[in-house]
Nanobody, 124 residues
Framework: QVKLVESGGGLVQAGDSLRLSCAASGRTFSTHVMGWFRQAPGKEREFVALIRWSGGSTRYADSVKGRFTISRDNSKNTVYLQMNGLKPEDTAVYYC?????????????????WGHGAQVTVSS
């Protein structure tokens, strides 16, 4: 089992920055990819970014490319999402997820473990 705990959410103004953290514990060695997803009220959960524990390759949704940066600290089993230039449309609950498979993309069903989410609210 893998436990994921997000932190760092909050209320900010448009243009501000925020950094989310996701601390993983348990059988973290069984996971290969970490991802961030978000879900706005009344909308489907959508992919934001992913990173591989080994090698650190990343992938981003077009909507956040150039503004968000995903990174990881293997020694701390922690993944980060640095969000710059935040917009009101970035308002959502942000979820951290872990995948056991090394072959994953941006589909939520590919991920086996999920955190409880962190609220990010961006005011205009």
């Amino acid at each position: 089992q893998v436990k994921l705990v997000e932190s760092g959410g909050g209320l900010v103004q448009a243009g501000d920055s925020l950094r989310l953290s996701c601390a993983a514990s348990g059988r973290t060695f069984s996971t290969h990819v970490m991802g961030w997803f978000r879900q706005a009220p009344g909308k489907e959960r959508e992919f934001v970014a992913l990173i591989r524990w080994s090698g650190g390759s990343t992938r981003y949704a077009d909507s956040v490319k150039g503004r968000f940066t995903i990174s990881r600290d293997n020694s701390k089993n922690t993944v980060y999402l640095q969000m710059n230039g935040l917009k009101p449309e970035d308002t959502a609950v942000y979820y951290c997820a872990a995948a056991s498979s090394a072959v994953v993309t941006g589909n939520s069903y590919e991920y086996d473990y999920w955190g409880h989410g962190a609220q990010v609210t961006v005011s205009s």
